[in-house]
């Protein structure tokens, strides 16, 4: 693995301030979080779309802190040097302020976050003030926001009437306001994530679909390299099939199996004559 110093929330504000757009990742587990570790990805979150993309679920509802945490705490392990974000999944802050600290604290604490991540404009603006005065660095989520997708609509474009476009404007400064240091745009038109991310001065802006004008990106692992095999976003690049690569590989796997093609001798271990003259004696089958 290659060494590299810890990302911090300074570090990231010193890219915004010198015009180096963020890189960041989704991940869900150790050996990917090597991978990413390795490439110099500045940010990672654990998204509660593991929901899908790891346990197979049809919606992030499902989610559970502890899914989160046993996640986060893998990808922690394999990537010790990049700033993590643990995402909360639903129902863990919308009940109230109280709940959301606490839950925001276990990823701190149980998974070694740098930060967490909440859905929601100026209603949850409460939620992430009280989890900024508790000590832990929050970063906001609008545009299309998945634990409330059944409410919007579906897995759609969100802002592109002038009214709807402008409710996501103030929700992003009371986001600001409240003391996030950063806020994802989802699905938004990229003029409206360019407005949103030339009136930020406290924060800065990852486009997830929304356009080339935030501070940085954030694309799905799963989608950038054909694993989540029910759909491909069209917002997402695939860098590598490998998904194709791994089903190509089962297939062999169980081609040369039912083949006798495999094991080779490569693949398997053997015992020493002598011991094995010696074994069949103690058995009696010399």
Same mark, same amino acid.
């Given at each position: 693995?290659? %060494?590299?110093?810890?990302?911090?929330?300074?570090? =990231? !504000? &010193?890219?915004? %301030?010198?015009? %180096?757009?963020?890189?960041?990742?989704? $991940?869900?587990?150790?050996?990917?979080?090597?991978?990413?570790?390795?490439?110099?990805?500045?940010?990672?979150?654990?998204?509660?779309?593991?929901?899908?993309?790891?346990?197979?679920?049809?919606?992030?509802?499902?989610?559970?802190? #502890?899914?989160?945490?046993?996640?986060?705490?893998?990808?922690?392990?394999?990537?010790?040097?990049?700033?993590?974000?643990?995402?909360?999944?639903?129902?863990t802050y919308q009940i109230s302020s109280e709940e959301a600290v606490r839950n925001a604290g276990r990823f701190m604490a149980e998974a070694g976050c740098d930060a967490i991540k909440l859905e929601g404009g100026v209603e949850m603006a409460d939620r992430i003030a009280a989890i900024v005065r508790a000590g832990i660095p929050a970063m906001g989520h609008l545009g299309l926001t998945p634990q409330s997708a059944s409410a919007l609509g579906g897995?759609? =474009?969100?802002?592109?009437?002038?009214?709807?476009?402008?409710?996501?404007?103030?929700?992003?400064?009371?986001? #600001?306001?409240?003391?996030?240091?950063?806020?994802? =745009?989802?699905?938004?038109?990229?003029? =409206? $994530?360019?407005?949103?991310?030339?009136?930020? #001065? &406290?924060?800065?802006?990852?486009?997830?679909?929304?356009?080339?004008?935030?501070?940085?990106?954030?694309?799905?692992?799963?989608?950038? !390299?054909?694993?989540?095999? &029910?759909?491909?976003?069209?917002?997402?690049?695939?860098?590598?099939?490998?998904?194709?690569?791994?089903?190509?590989?089962?297939?062999?796997?169980?081609? %040369?199996?039912?083949?006798?093609?495999?094991?080779?001798?490569?693949?398997?271990?053997?015992?020493?004559? #002598?011991?094995?003259?010696?074994?069949?004696?103690?058995?009696?089958?010399?």
């Amino acid at each position: 693995m290659s %060494e590299r110093k810890k990302i911090t929330l300074p570090t =990231l !504000f &010193k890219k915004v %301030e010198q015009g %180096e757009p963020i890189v960041m990742l989704t $991940c869900y587990d150790y050996p990917t979080a090597c991978f990413q570790e390795d490439a110099g990805i500045d940010m990672i979150l654990v998204g509660d779309s593991l929901g899908m993309t790891m346990l197979g679920y049809d919606s992030t509802l499902p989610v559970t802190m #502890e899914d989160m945490i046993r996640h986060a705490q893998a990808v922690r392990r394999g990537a010790p040097n990049v700033w993590l974000i643990g995402d909360m999944p639903y129902m863990t802050y919308q009940i109230s302020s109280e709940e959301a600290v606490r839950n925001a604290g276990r990823f701190m604490a149980e998974a070694g976050c740098d930060a967490i991540k909440l859905e929601g404009g100026v209603e949850m603006a409460d939620r992430i003030a009280a989890i900024v005065r508790a000590g832990i660095p929050a970063m906001g989520h609008l545009g299309l926001t998945p634990q409330s997708a059944s409410a919007l609509g579906g897995f759609r =474009l969100q802002g592109k009437a002038a009214a709807q476009a402008k409710k996501i404007v103030d929700d992003a400064k009371a986001l #600001e306001d409240a003391g996030a240091f950063a806020i994802l =745009l989802e699905m938004v038109p990229d003029r =409206l $994530c360019q407005i949103i991310t030339e009136r930020a #001065e &406290k924060c800065f802006i990852i486009s997830l679909g929304s356009g080339p004008n935030a501070h940085g990106q954030l694309l799905i692992y799963h989608d950038m !390299f054909g694993l989540y095999p &029910k759909f491909k976003p069209r917002m997402a690049k695939v860098y590598g099939d490998a998904g194709k690569v791994i089903q190509q590989g089962l297939a062999q796997y169980a081609r %040369e199996v039912r083949a006798r093609q495999f094991p080779q001798q490569e693949n398997y271990f053997g015992m020493k004559d #002598e011991e094995y003259d010696e074994l069949l004696l103690m058995l009696g089958q010399s």
